[in-house]
């Protein structure tokens, strides 16, 4: 489990088709600290360590994963939000994260208004009833809260969200430009009503 809170940008060194993807990623973190197995958060997507040296960790990445998370997030150069698996007894600063992308958005808009910076970004149908004014979502494996929704015809829903100066500092979010993909995970609550509704239109 993970709260959403960014604690380090990682950079990937190196890829390696070995039938999964073997990636190295640079990262500031004390890896005498991080046990080979443990999890760490990658811009969203829960990773299994397997490998590790003294500013770098690696981890392989199924097919499966590839294909449910953006598109360019695992490439050689790419940079990541970290974050650690939580712990009992640390603070629960944002809201609780799986580590599971339930789908990939996509930036339709950005702006700077004073120091903040409002962005939208479109969502497919399949999450579209998850989303609500002040819940909780993921991006990129950053805890944020939902400013606004609007609903598209089509299905899909275009959500606001208003990132502040410290946030972009720490995150990724400053690379970020219209067009970009990004992964996407409703809040925990929203997840178990997905799973409800689907039995109840399954047993009708």
Not at 187 to 192: E, G, K, P, S, T
Request: hydrophobic share 45%; net charge negative; with cysteine.
């Amino acid at each position: 489990m993970f709260t959403g809170i960014v604690s380090d940008i990682g950079t990937i060194q190196s890829v390696e088709e070995r039938g999964d993807l073997r990636l190295v990623v640079a990262c500031d973190y004390d890896m005498d600290g991080v046990d080979i197995g443990a999890s760490i958060a990658c811009s969203g997507a829960c990773m299994t360590v397997v490998e590790k040296g003294a500013n770098w960790f690696a981890v392989d990445v199924s097919a499966e994963s590839i294909s449910k998370t953006a598109d360019t997030m695992w490439t050689e150069g790419a940079r990541l939000n970290l974050e650690r698996a939580l712990k009992v007894g640390d603070e629960l600063g944002g809201h609780i994260v799986t580590g599971h992308v339930d789908a990939v958005g996509a930036v339709v808009a950005m702006e700077a208004v004073g120091d903040s910076h409002p962005i939208r970004i479109k969502a497919p149908r399949d999450i579209a009833p998850y989303l609500a004014p002040k819940g909780s979502i993921t991006v990129d494996g950053i805890s944020l809260t939902v400013n606004a929704v609007e609903d598209l015809a089509d299905g899909d829903v275009i959500f606001d969200l208003n990132i502040i100066p410290h946030t972009a500092s720490v995150t990724t979010f400053a690379d970020l430009k219209i067009g970009d993909e990004v992964n996407l995970e409703i809040d925990i609550l929203a997840r178990y009503l997905l799973r409800m509704e689907k039995l109840r239109a399954a047993t009708g």
